[in-house]
């Protein structure tokens, strides 16, 4: 393996310049349109082209064509720009002096503009989660066990290029898209409501990867193994002697070169799905990286639940009880109807994280306590022991229990509040009782 870098790729890049330059807002609407116009295959402009141009923006104000001309030797001074002599007709000695000269954009300068266009289109980290690119890695690899060494002309390297462009697509968008949900945008927004409506959706885009990546993604690595250092050069040699073969006006890479450049990227694919002795595969991080992500989620899912749970005002459950707690007749009803309602509810976690107590006192993981609270949270059906024209007593000697949340008392500490209130209530009516019973005449 050579090295990463050369002494060639540490030297400065003036081709940037213009994007620091003082009249950088002119040099960048110049350069963008002579790119925008190359994309449409027009290679060669006029200054008079690049001029209008460069006005029509609507950017530039008190632009001439001077101003533009010196700014387009400043670019060509630069390298972003090559110029050639203008060889059509001139009808006079001022057309003649302007038409001296055609501009094209430079490599160098197209790779900048391509890279700033991408730029200015980032929202976020994107990426994607996509199992079909298994499915075209795998193709490709069973394809070149089957025949890596009777390839038709041309085939080995169209094989290599649809191979390496769906894996690096894969591993790009699958890195872009778990380092998004690691970002700070996507753990404000795990915080807020409405992320349990996205929750769902989340968890079940993230499981279906890992399902495919199970399904496909070992049986790639399984196929890697079959593929010999022999088979290996045979397929690379006929996919090198393809990339010799196409003809090209400019210097390109040599031989060696190109066979390198194929050899490490091949490496890079058996390393990302075999891994090596020293270290696990690319492939076991990601399935690792991604249950992660779905345990994150539904982590961030239960303590929106809990919170919601938890900041719920009671004042108009507990009004509402001390009503039916009035309208008893009896201590004794009203002694049954407080046990029941104590008993009813889930006590809060008594100590450490992730654990909850249902009603009869057992423990429950994050998962289950977040599905009990949901279904705890649902509106007592008219009939129960605090909504309308049913007796508490009756309903608590038939077995019925109250459901916590909006339309009953939630937490037990309260409902004991409001209990021994009642109690001391009621003990002081009875001992007032006993005393007028006491001195009552015989």
């Known amino acids: ?23 950088v807002a002119r040099y960048r609407v110049i350069m963008r349109f002579v790119y925008v116009e190359y994309q449409r ?17 609507g950017v530039l104000d008190n632009y001439t064509l001077e101003m533009c001309m010196s700014d387009l030797e400043s670019l060509k001074g630069w390298g972003n720009l090559a110029s050639r002599h203008d060889g059509g007709r001139a009808l006079s000695l001022e057309e003649y002096m302007r038409k001296k000269s055609q501009y094209l954009l430079t490599p160098y300068s197209i790779e900048i503009e391509r890279m700033l266009e991408a730029l200015e289109k980032v929202k976020g980290y994107g990426g994607s989660l996509e199992t079909t690119y298994f499915d075209q890695i795998a193709a490709c690899v069973h394809e070149i066990r089957e025949k890596a060494d009777t390839f038709a002309p041309g085939e080995a390297l169209g094989n290599w290029e649809k191979l390496y462009a769906a894996f690096k697509t894969m591993h790009e968008n699958a890195a872009d898209f778990i380092a998004s949900i690691h970002s700070i945008q996507a753990e404000e927004m795990m915080a807020t409501d409405g992320f349990l409506m996205l929750k769902d959706n989340l968890v079940n885009y993230l499981q279906h990867f890992v399902k495919g990546l199970q399904r496909s993604a070992y049986r790639i690595e399984g196929q890697l193994l079959r593929v010999g250092d022999g088979l290996r050069d045979a397929y690379l040699a006929l996919a090198v002697s393809d990339e010799l073969a196409r003809p090209r006006l400019e210097e390109g890479k040599s031989e060696e070169e190109i066979r390198e450049e194929l050899r490490q990227g091949w490496t890079n694919l058996k390393r990302w799905f075999v891994g090596s002795e020293a270290e696990p595969s690319e492939l076991t991080l990601l399935e690792k990286a991604t249950k992660e992500a779905i345990a994150k989620v539904v982590r961030s899912a239960v303590r929106l639940q ?18 039916r707690f009035a309208q008893l007749d009896s201590l004794e009803e009203a002694h049954k109807l407080g046990g029941l309602c104590i008993r009813s509810f889930p006590e809060p976690p008594s100590s450490g994280r992730g654990c909850a107590r249902d009603g009869a006192g057992r423990r429950l993981d994050l998962e289950r306590a977040a599905q009990h609270t949901a279904h705890s949270n649902a509106q007592p059906q008219a009939g129960g022991p605090l909504g309308d024209g049913t007796d508490a007593y009756a309903y608590g000697q038939a077995g019925g229990v109250p459901r916590a ?30 005393r007028e019973g006491a001195h009552a005449p015989a």
Do not use: Q
């Open 405 to 434: 949340g909006r339309g009953a008392v939630g937490g037990g500490a309260g409902v004991r509040r409001a209990d021994a209130g009642l109690r001391r209530r009621a003990d002081r009516r009875a001992a007032a009782a006993r």
């Open 41 to 57: 295959l027009r290679y060669w402009l006029r200054p008079e082209e690049i001029y209008e141009g460069a006005k029509s923006s």
């Open 1 to 23: 393996m050579g090295p990463f870098i050369t002494p060639a790729g540490l030297r400065a890049v003036p081709e940037l310049s213009y994007l620091t330059a003082t009249n």
């Open 306 to 323: 809990e919170r919601r749970r938890g900041g719920m005002s009671r004042r108009a459950d507990l009004e509402r009880l001390g009503r």
